[in-house]
């Protein structure tokens, strides 16, 4: 499948900041120990409604699909941090690229979205030629601001204050912030997971909202249509089409619909992840949804009122064996967005049906790889 484009601007690098102007901080979590601080880590996001980036090995998306399928439902973003976390700079190229894609294949066989094309080299270890080989896999390697040091435990002389005052301190615009999933193999502790309440009340207090690691490719003229950002670009309550006209076979696959929140700016998001060509797409508000072909009603979740009806073309939301790439249907609990359900994938076009609590203004926009449908409070 096409690999999504990178922009010009960020081929070479090993990313320590997204470049903006704006108050936003990228919190990212590597996952390649075990799963202790997870739920904990979720329950803070998803209770301040706050994006995050997990960089995932291969081997911990095999060892805990659970946890995989809870990141892709919960709309988290994934990227790629190899399969079993080697030193990149002590591995041929087609050793690198080999790690690369049977993580790529692990992640997305446990349930989870798409990685491409965000990266992360173990240990942070990497030179120009390594940066080199992963930029022709398709992907943009991502460092970091600032590490917490959460790994290291008490044990190694941390505590859940250090993480808080180092995350807290490095806060600037675009910040990326590395913290961990797993807890210290010696002392157990999950000293991320413990400070992240606190980080994240810390930096809203000082003026920051969150992004994902997505807005790298809008910062970077990745040609995306909408900025993570407060802008209000292209607010409309009247249908909106976009048309591309990719070359089939093969049919787009969108791998992932993933939901959130932007309080801070006043908005729900839904994205879809397309592997392959970017499709085109309608979106336009019914009055009531009903599957394709069959014309029977379909009931979408999370007591939404309204109801607004997105359409890609040419694309699937199965594989050419038949299984499902996607989440047949959510309920969700943001203040515009209610739920969705999948209402037709059928003959080269996928329909999703949104639930929302009122007509809202909508727009709409593009990054590699991903379609954006933004609905206002």
């Known amino acids: 499948m096409a690999a999504p484009a990178i922009p010009a601007a960020l081929l070479g690098k090993d990313i320590a900041v997204i470049p903006t102007t704006k108050k936003i901080v990228a919190l990212t979590f590597d996952a390649g120990g075990n799963a202790d601080g997870l739920s904990a880590i979720m329950t803070a996001l998803s209770g301040q409604r706050v994006p995050a980036t997990f960089f995932v090995t291969g081997s911990w998306a095999a060892k805990y699909p659970a946890s995989v399928k809870a990141l892709a439902s919960g709309g988290y973003r994934l990227g790629n941090h190899t399969a079993t976390h080697p030193h990149l700079t002590t591995l041929s190229d087609v050793a690198i690229t080999a790690e690369l894609t049977k993580a790529r294949t692990q992640i997305m066989n446990a349930g989870g979205t798409d990685p491409k094309p965000l990266f992360r080299f173990p240990f942070g270890d990497r030179n120009a030629h390594t940066i080199s080989v992963v930029n022709n896999a398709g992907y943009v390697p991502i460092r970091w601001t600032v590490d917490t040091l959460g790994w290291k435990g008490t044990s190694g002389g941390a505590s859940k204050q250090l993480v808080i005052d180092r995350a807290v301190n490095a806060a600037r615009p675009g910040e990326i912030v590395l913290m961990h999933v797993g807890s210290n193999p010696d002392d157990h502790t999950t000293l991320d997971a413990a400070a992240l309440p606190t980080v994240i009340a810390k930096l809203k207090t000082l003026g920051y ?25 292209s607010w409309k309550t009247t249908p909106l089409s976009v048309s591309h006209n990719p070359t089939v076979p093969p049919v787009p696959v969108v791998t992932g619909i993933r939901p959130g929140a932007h309080p801070e700016c006043k908005y729900d998001r839904i994205v879809f992840d397309i592997s392959g060509s970017t499709p085109g797409y309608e979106v336009r508000y019914v009055s009531s949804v009903t599957a394709d072909p069959s014309n029977n009603p379909v009931s979408v979740p999370g007591n939404g009122s309204k109801f607004l009806l997105i359409t890609l073309h040419p694309a699937q939301g199965h594989s050419d064996a038949g299984a499902s790439t996607v989440p047949k249907s959510a309920a969700l609990g943001y203040p515009t967005l209610k739920g969705y359900a999948v209402a037709g994938d059928f003959e080269g076009h996928i329909s999703i049906a949104l639930g929302l609590s009122k007509i809202a203004q909508v727009r709409v926009g593009e990054l590699p790889g991903r379609i954006y449908v933004d609905m206002a409070y």
């Open 209 to 233: 909202g969150f992004v994902t690691l997505d807005a790298l490719f809008t910062a970077s003229g990745g040609g995306g249509v909408i900025l993570p950002g407060c802008d209000s670009l």
